[in-house]
């Protein structure tokens, strides 16, 4: 959005913005004590949250130290077994950036609330526990992370306070994490060491040693998080616009009918939704996918006014120059788009299954991607992820996969998706597959 | 990926890559969840009580669906015990905008003899608090509602913390915190089982900052409550509790006239008010920066029961 378009400029608001975190790091490493760390050392934790834990803590750990994981363990179960069963979401800010803060568990069979916390992220912070360095684990998130399309990872070398800040050590773990990261090709990797209990080099710096000298390569875990850039990955040259809703106030039918005074809206049609991808522009010629018809973009109109352009993830109402006909679940895209390439009936994807029940080949399920929701049957699974070795491997012995597995399938759709790859745009690209029977979502998918 | 990406960033120069701020990619969250509920859902409604979240919800539906009409009603659960300001508020505000408002009133439950009153004006801290829950699940049977946006955020209690956008309700309106749906990328599952309706939270991710920063930036007018004025309260466990017709000082009680406004709107019963003396959007912004409680801590006494009080609500199909 340009300057001069911006509908509101205020005093706050027109500088911040928002980073989406996403947690990740084995079931001890911490991570309930790094989040509660940050929000306490941010001064984002209020006076009555902070009685609560205090007097929490004392319940369960008698007088003396306050757990800063109970801030974040929010339900009766989790507080009752001590450990985090589903993504939590916290907030906090430090003036020029704001942080959304998907707080995922550790655990192996939580794989899929990892995925589902990072579907969303910017960046993961995997925790390493110093004394363990590099596990399983940290290899399987940072992997996830990838698979994701997450392209910042940062490791935070947690408890180092009980290794005392044994250089070599930090040293071992993060040519290890970096090489790891190289990879699975993850553009941007930092290797932060902390101590979340003591609160080292989290929020403050506190006592680092000289090994981690005080300079911009050198940040706090915060200082990190707010000046890593991202704006730059949004997909800014396909154009993509997934029609959602069609606002016709003059339409005959349906819910949306006009208003008795608005009788000049008798012609409006709007086509509303959420930019996916590419830059919206008036006057540019776009085709309405899957019928091919071209047209220009007539204007972009938002409550507050019309706009010079659009981009993701901006949610605008487009108006075609011509009369064309346009439904949700159509989309706009570049006018030197290759039709044939992006509408597919047939696709390979990467899915996380969700579901107790296993997922086998020749099963049919709902399929909801972008605005267009199809049925779609598993042609075959071709392989299954080896959480412990990463390898892909032959699926299971009933040629499926289960609960928290990762694998890759081959599709077939029944209205044909208007995709790219997930690699190209995380929003075209994306898919979750649900359950005619229970409509659970059994699964997330990204397309290959 | 890399490739790809690389591309991109050398492609587009100008403002394009600036990217939006905040409170613009929060309201752009919230405009494509309230679309894909009108989309994907049959009979959607909106709760709106005439406090500043669901004041919120109402701008971002002008946002999401003007210059057409709103798909749902509006709808209004009315414990008998609310701020006139407030009342006055909600329904000229439902006119100004020309859509459909509901009132469903607790009185009305309690006259069918579905619930006892919870409220006995002899009976210290007693609410209606409870008996809104049943009020609500009447109201969505009678009209059908299968989908109702609500305008809680995860910030004001842990419990909301672990609580999906889209938030199922079995037959008798109750969360069950441990079988939620994955919820991934901007992909939400409106589908329903028989008897099932989602309650649907847009500004999931909002703080009360970010509220009350919107509501600034968007010159929204809300209900006299919330800035200050001189008002008649008493104290009691803490916290300021305004002297009405449903709530009288106990013995020992003294009334005081103080400065006051709410941080949250609600029954007269259990929503205390804060001292201030900010009287424009700009310092109630200014004042909820600078706060060290919490909206819900500070004010509702419904919060304060238990550990867990809001998920045990939440379980039995309060909002």
């Keep these: ?448 | 990926m890399s490739d790809a990406t690389a591309d991109v960033t050398t492609a587009v120069q100008g403002p394009a890559v600036a990217g939006l701020s905040k409170l613009r990619a929060l309201e752009s969250e919230a405009i494509h969840v309230m679309r894909e509920v009108a989309a994907e859902l049959e009979r959607p409604a909106l709760l709106f009580s005439g406090g500043k979240d669901s004041i919120v919800l109402l701008r971002l539906a002008e946002k999401a669906f003007r210059p057409g009409r709103f798909p749902f009603p509006l709808v209004h659960v009315d414990t008998g015990h609310n701020f006139d300001e407030v009342l006055d508020f909600r329904d000229r505000r439902a006119a100004e905008l020309g859509e459909r408002l509901i009132v469903a009133r607790v009185q009305d439950t309690i006259d069918a003899g579905r619930v006892a009153d919870g409220y006995d004006p002899a009976r210290p801290g007693s609410s209606r608090n409870q008996q809104q829950t049943q009020t609500l699940l009447d109201c969505i049977e009678e009209h059908r509602f299968d989908a109702c946006f609500g305008g809680a955020r995860r910030d004001e209690e842990r419990a909301r913390a672990k609580e999906r956008i889209f938030s199922f309700r079995d037959d008798f309106g109750g969360w069950d915190p441990k079988n939620q749906r994955p919820e991934l990328w901007n992909l939400y599952n409106g589908r329903l089982r028989s008897g099932e309706n989602v309650r649907v939270f847009p500004i999931s991710n909002w703080t009360e900052l970010d509220v009350w920063q919107y509501i600034a930036e968007e010159r929204l007018v809300l209900p006299s409550i919330y800035f200050a004025h001189e008002r008649e309260v008493v104290r009691r466990n803490g916290m300021l509790y305004a002297v009405s017709p449903y709530l009288r000082p106990h013995e020992g009680e003294t009334v005081e006239t103080l400065s006051v406004r709410y941080r949250t709107v609600g029954d007269l019963t259990i929503t205390g008010a804060v001292e201030s003396t900010a009287s424009t959007l700009e310092d109630v912004v200014a004042e909820i920066a600078a706060t060290r409680v919490t909206e819900r801590g500070e004010t509702r006494a419904d919060d304060r029961v238990s550990e867990a009080a809001m998920e045990d609500r939440k379980v039995q199909g309060y909002f």
């Design chain 1, 1 to 448: 959005m340009t300057t001069a378009t911006t509908p509101h400029a205020g005093p706050v608001a027109a500088t911040a913005d928002l980073l989406r975190v996403a947690t990740a790091g084995s079931v001890d490493d911490g991570k309930s004590t790094l989040i509660g760390r940050l929000l306490y050392d941010s001064k984002q934790v209020l006076v009555d949250q902070l009685e609560q834990v205090q007097e929490a803590s004392v319940r369960r750990h008698g007088a003396g130290a306050v757990d800063l994981s109970l801030l974040t363990d929010g339900l009766r179960a989790e507080r009752e077994q001590g450990i985090t069963i589903d993504v939590a979401y916290r907030y906090f800010t430090t003036g020029d950036r704001s942080f959304i803060l998907a707080d995922t568990p550790g655990h192996v069979q939580y794989t899929r609330n990892m995925v589902t916390g990072a579907s969303t992220a910017d960046l993961v912070i995997v925790l390493v526990d110093a004394r363990q360095g590099v596990i399983e684990q940290t290899r399987r998130h940072t992997f996830i992370a990838s698979l994701l399309g997450i392209r910042h990872v940062t490791f935070a070398v947690n408890k180092m306070d009980l290794v005392d800040w044994d250089e070599e050590r930090f040293r071992a773990i993060e040519a290890e994490t970096t090489r790891i990261a190289a990879q699975l090709g993850i553009p941007d990797i930092h290797v932060i060491p902390i101590s979340a209990l003591e609160g080292t080099n989290v929020v403050d710096r506190g006592d680092v040693p000289g090994w981690y000298p005080e300079d911009a390569d050198h940040p706090t875990l915060l200082r990190h998080l707010q000046t890593v850039q991202v704006a730059s990955d949004r997909n800014l040259t396909d154009v993509r616009f997934p029609v959602q809703w069609v606002i016709r106030p003059g339409g005959a039918v349906g819910r949306d009918g006009v208003r008795a005074a608005d009788a000049d809206l008798h012609d409006y049609r709007g086509y509303a939704g959420q930019v996916a991808g590419g830059v919206l522009r008036p006057g540019d010629e776009v085709q309405v996918l899957p019928s091919g018809v071209r047209t220009r973009i007539a204007r972009i109109e938002t409550f507050d006014g019309d706009l010079d352009e659009a981009t993701a993830p901006m949610s605008v109402t487009v108006h075609l120059q011509d009369d064309v006909d346009v439904s949700r679940g159509d989309v706009l895209v570049g006018a030197g788009d290759d039709a044939a390439a992006l509408c597919r009936r047939e696709f390979e994807a990467d899915v996380c299954w969700m579901s107790d029940r296993p997922l086998r080949p020749g099963q049919r399920l709902l399929l909801k991607h972008t605005t267009t929701t199809t049925v779609a049957k598993v042609d075959a699974v071709l392989d299954r992820l080896d959480l412990h070795t990463l390898d892909r491997v032959a699926p299971d012995a009933a040629g499926g996969l289960e609960l928290n597995d990762i694998g890759r399938i081959r599709l077939r759709v029944k209205r044909p998706l208007v995709a790219d790859p997930y690699d190209v745009d995380r929003t075209t690209g994306a898919f979750i597959l649900v359950d005619e029977g229970t409509n659970d979502t059994v699964a997330g998918g990204m397309i290959r």
